[in-house]
């Protein structure tokens, strides 16, 4: 027995093949985190460390996060490499009790830190935590590829994104009826970029870094996979339908009324203040 039987840390290391397998992670790019249920960690608190790490800092501070542990990917590290060697690559991470330094109790055997995210991953969490009302557990960081496409061509605006994404696939607004944040272009790694993402988190599920990636979160692996999974593909059929159009043009599209009858039908209530957008480019329906 060890950390690598518990069933948790079996779908984390299912969930970074996966993403692997579809495209999403060059070289080091992305990172996953994951906030612990109290009993996950019991089952694996005796596989930690004797001498846990020192406590490091994050420079941003997530209170209701205080005490929390996390299960994240390592700085530098290629997801490819989590199945085969999950002790090198991920480690689990203890927040102390003011919520503003983390320390390693787990993994990370061959040295390293957690993912240069974890600030923007750790106000996420507090952020996602707060609205859920604790239901909220994965932050998960991807590069895919035609969303980061899409930021070259269409106005930095979630309202624009978001209305983009949902007429670009009919269930797309079931799967995320508050819509998609847009953070425009900034240094990665640090907690400006962190505070500009879970301003974004504060209304909707996911948030777009211009130029870079997307983050999402979820209640599950599931649903954070099923999240980054449904908001790729439309950016995809966004796409292909841009540069199919001999004229670039978009001939017709999902309408604000069909939107509105999806909600009703399956029982969900779509931003209103996305629906309501309304852009002086007529491009951009
Ligand atoms: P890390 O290797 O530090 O997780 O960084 C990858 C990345 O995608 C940064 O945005
Ligand atoms: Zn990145």
């Not at 994951?34 to 005796?46: D, K, S, T």
């Not at 420079?59 to 590290?77: D, M, P």
């Not at 974890?118 to 991807?142: C, D, L, Q, W």
């Not at 099923?226 to 059929?237: P, R």
């Amino acid at each position: 027995m060890s950390v690598l039987d518990v069933k948790v840390v079996k779908d984390y290391i299912r969930m970074c093949s996966d993403t692997v397998g579809q495209g999403w992670h060059e070289r080091n790019g992305g990172n996953l985190t994951y906030r612990m249920r109290p009993e996950e960690v019991e089952v694996c608190r005796p596989y930690f460390r004797a001498v846990p790490g020192e406590w490091v800092n994050m420079g941003v501070q997530a209170e209701n996060l205080a005490g929390e542990y996390f299960i994240s990917t390592g700085s530098g590290k290629f997801l490819r490499n989590v199945e085969l060697e999950p002790q090198n690559n991920i480690c689990i991470a203890e927040l102390n009790g003011t919520g503003d330094s983390y320390r390693i109790v787990w993994g990370l055997e061959a040295g390293g830190v957690p993912t240069s995210e974890f600030p923007t991953h750790m106000m996420n969490h507090s952020v996602r935590k707060r609205v859920t009302n604790g239901e909220n557990r994965i932050i998960y960081h991807a590069h895919p590829p035609y969303i980061i496409a899409l930021t070259y061509v269409l106005p930095l605006k979630a309202e624009v994104f978001t209305r983009m994404l949902w007429k670009s696939a009919t269930e797309c607004c079931v799967v995320f009826p508050d819509g998609v944040g847009v953070v425009p272009w900034m240094v990665p790694g640090g907690t400006d970029i962190a505070r500009a993402t879970c301003e974004q988190m504060e209304r909707y599920e996911a948030a777009i870094w211009a130029f870079h990636g997307l983050f999402v979160s979820g209640t599950s692996f599931d649903i954070a996979f099923g999240l980054m999974h449904t908001i790729e593909k439309a950016a995809q059929i966004a796409s292909i339908a841009l540069s199919a159009s001999p004229d670039g043009k978009i001939r017709q599209v999902i309408t604000d009324d069909n939107l509105r009858t999806i909600g009703k039908e399956f029982g969900v209530t779509l931003n209103e203040d996305v629906l309501n957008y309304r852009s002086d480019d007529p491009l951009f329906f």
